[in-house]
């Protein structure tokens, strides 16, 4: 039960990384890509966790978690530029 | 009669499939929805609510399999939950300063978006460009 619940889950997640990578190619505005990368940054830690479960190790956590700290403050950073000019004033 | 691994083995496998189903559902909506602030709306609450049920289901396997409570991912849960409100907050402020064009029954639109209705031309003019 727990393998083909896994296969259902990795295929959900990696369809809906292929639609973030839709809208990032054909996002209108840069807003646009920008949602596209941080929800694509969401799914992986998804992916990252399904592929812990799968291996049965606790390795790969540690990349979860910076995944996570990195792609907030890159969000952050990015939107703060578009809204400033200028990412520390 | 049913044994404890079994259904906590159900439990897991429920978890895991509610998360998928609901990260694909924020991604569908990022993908398919009309202007950018419907689009907002999918990733920011559907795909943390999705990664969190991932997590969920994988605490309670590692709390299971480890025979010791397994507190990692509850620290990437929190994380999640308390950052995806932030960003969100940044990317709707950017796209109100970007003035992006919008569905146009949207109701009770803020002000930023009325001065596009008034002025249209200041949505094409580029506020980076030095004058010539």
């Known amino acids: 039960m727990l393998d083909t619940a896994l296969w259902i889950s990795l295929a959900l997640f990696v369809v809906a990384i292929l639609l973030n990578v839709y809208r990032l190619t054909i996002g209108p505005s840069l807003p646009d890509r920008i949602l596209a990368l941080d929800t694509m940054y969401v799914n992986s830690i998804g992916l990252i966790i399904l592929f812990c479960i799968w291996l049965n190790s606790k390795t790969y956590f540690e990349a979860a978690l910076l995944i996570a700290m990195l792609g907030f403050i890159s969000t952050v950073a990015v939107c703060k530029y578009l809204l400033r000019g200028d990412i520390i004033e | ?132």
């Open chain 2, 1 to 132: 009669m049913i044994g404890f691994y079994t259904v906590m083995e159900g439990i897991i496998a429920f978890f895991l499939v509610a998360g998928g189903v609901f990260a694909f559902i924020g991604s569908l909506g990022l993908a398919r929805l009309q202007d950018f602030y419907m689009r907002l709306h999918g990733p920011s609450k559907t795909s943390t609510l999705g990664v969190g049920c991932t997590l969920i289901g994988s605490m309670i396997y590692f709390s299971l399999t480890n025979h010791t409570i397994s507190l990692q991912e509850l620290l990437i849960t929190i994380f999640l939950f308390v950052t995806a409100p932030v960003s969100a907050h940044m990317l709707a402020k950017c796209a109100l300063h970007q003035k992006l064009p919008h569905y146009e029954r949207t109701k009770g639109r803020p002000e930023e978006l009325d001065e596009e209705q008034e002025d249209p031309d200041a949505a094409d003019r580029p506020s980076t460009t030095p004058a010539p």
